[in-house]
C-alpha cells in the first residue's frame, strides 16, 4: 500500500513539472502581443517598454527566463504579477478560498443528489421515479453548463429578481452558480449509481441476503451502497477536472472574484507569472483529489491494498 501511494505521489509530482512547463512556454510563444505593450500607455517610447522588458526579466532568452524561474520556484518565488504589481502566488491565495467554496459547494451538491436519485432510481427500477431520475439525468448531461448558467441568471436574477448574479456576498450569491457548476456531475453520478446500484443488487450475496430475511433496505444501505460506491468515488478524480475548467466559465458568468475570473484577466493581460501560478495551484488541486480518491478506493476494495 505505502509503495503504490509513494508511486502515485512522485507520478504527480512530474506531472506537475511537465504541466507548468508547457504552460510556461506556450504564455510565450503564443500569439504576438508583447505584456509591456498592454501595460504601457498608447503614448510611450520604445526606450520605455525596454525599460519594463527588462524590470520583468522579458529581455533575456526563454530558455534562460525559464530556468530562473524554475529555481525561484523551488525557493518559494514565483514572480510578480506585471498587472497588479504584487506577488503573484499571494494574490492567487488571496481569490483560491472562493473557488475552493465554490468547487466544493458543487461538488458535494452533484454528488449527494446524484448517488440519491441514482439509488432511488436502481431501488424503484422501470417505474415513475427511475423515468423521472433518467430524464433528469439526460438534461444534465445535455445541457452546457454556460447555457444553463445564463438561463437561471436571466429567469432567476434579471425577470424575476429574486436572486444575484454577480459577486460574492451571502448563501444568495451562492445559488446560481452552484446550481450551474452541479448539473453536468450530477447528471453523471445519478447514471453511473444507478447501474452500479442494479449490477451489484443483481448479485448473488444480496439475493442470499433477501432470502435469509434480512430487511430490504438493509440489504440496500448496508450491503449493496457499499459496493456500489466503489465506481462513483473513483469517478470523481475524472469529474473533478471537468469542474475546474467549468469554474472558469461560471466566475466569469457571475463575476465570482475567485480564480478562475482571474486567470481569464490574466490570460488577456498577458500576466505570465499569474497565469503560471494558478496552472500550478490547479494542477496540484486536480492531482491531489486523485490522490485521496485513489486512497478512498482503495480502502473500500481492500484487493487495491496488495497491489
Known amino acids: 500500500m505505502q509503495r503504490y501511494l509513494l508511486k502515485r505521489i512522485f507520478i504527480g509530482f512530474l506531472t506537475m513539472l511537465v504541466v507548468i512547463t508547457i504552460v510556461f512556454f506556450l504564455t510565450r510563444v ?10 504601457l500607455p498608447p503614448d510611450a517610447t520604445p526606450e520605455d517598454q525596454e525599460r519594463l522588458r527588462a524590470k520583468f526579466g ?11 524561474y524554475m529555481k525561484n520556484a523551488l525557493q518559494g518565488d514565483f514572480g510578480e504579477s506585471f498587472r497588479f504589481g504584487e506577488p503573484a502566488l499571494e494574490l492567487v491565495l488571496e481569490r483560491l478560498p472562493a473557488t475552493i467554496q465554490l468547487a466544493g459547494l458543487a461538488l458535494f451538491l452533484g454528488l449527494s443528489c446524484g448517488l440519491f436519485i441514482g439509488i432511488l432510481s436502481a431501488v424503484y427500477r422501470d417505474t415513475v421515479l427511475d423515468r423521472i431520475g433518467r430524464v433528469l439525468a439526460l438534461i444534465g448531461m445535455a445541457v452546457p453548463q454556460f447555457a444553463l448558467a445564463l438561463f437561471l441568471a436571466l429567469i432567476f436574477g434579471v425577470m424575476l429578481e429574486w436572486l444575484p448574479i454577480s459577486g460574492r456576498g451571502g448563501i444568495s450569491h451562492l445559488i446560481l452558480p452552484v446550481i450551474s457548476m452541479s448539473m453536468v456531475g450530477l447528471a453523471a453520478y445519478t447514471r453511473l449509481s444507478r447501474s452500479s446500484m442494479i449490477e451489484v443488487l ?41 469542474l475546474i475548467t467549468g ?54 476494495d481492500p484487493r487495491i491494498r496488495f497491489e
Request: aromatic share 12%; net charge neutral; charged share 10%.
Open 30 to 39: 503564443a500569439g504576438p502581443a508583447d505584456p509591456t505593450a498592454i501595460l
Open 247 to 300: 469554474n472558469v466559465v461560471i466566475e466569469t458568468i457571475f463575476s465570482w472574484p475567485g480564480v478562475g475570473n482571474l486567470v481569464m484577466t490574466s490570460i488577456f493581460a498577458r500576466d505570465y507569472p499569474v497565469v503560471q501560478v494558478i496552472v500550478l495551484l490547479l494542477s496540484f488541486m486536480v492531482i491531489s483529489i486523485n490522490l485521496l480518491v485513489d486512497i478512498t478506493y482503495a480502502y473500500l
Open 58 to 68: 522579458l529581455d533575456k532568452p526563454v530558455m534562460e527566463q525559464y530556468f530562473l
Open 202 to 242: 443483481n448479485s448473488d450475496y444480496i439475493i442470499m441476503a433477501r432470502i435469509k430475511g434480512v430487511p430490504y433496505y438493509r440489504v440496500v444501505l448496508v450491503h449493496a451502497l457499499k459496493n456500489s460506491c466503489i465506481p462513483v468515488i473513483t469517478f470523481i478524480g475524472m469529474t473533478f477536472p471537468a
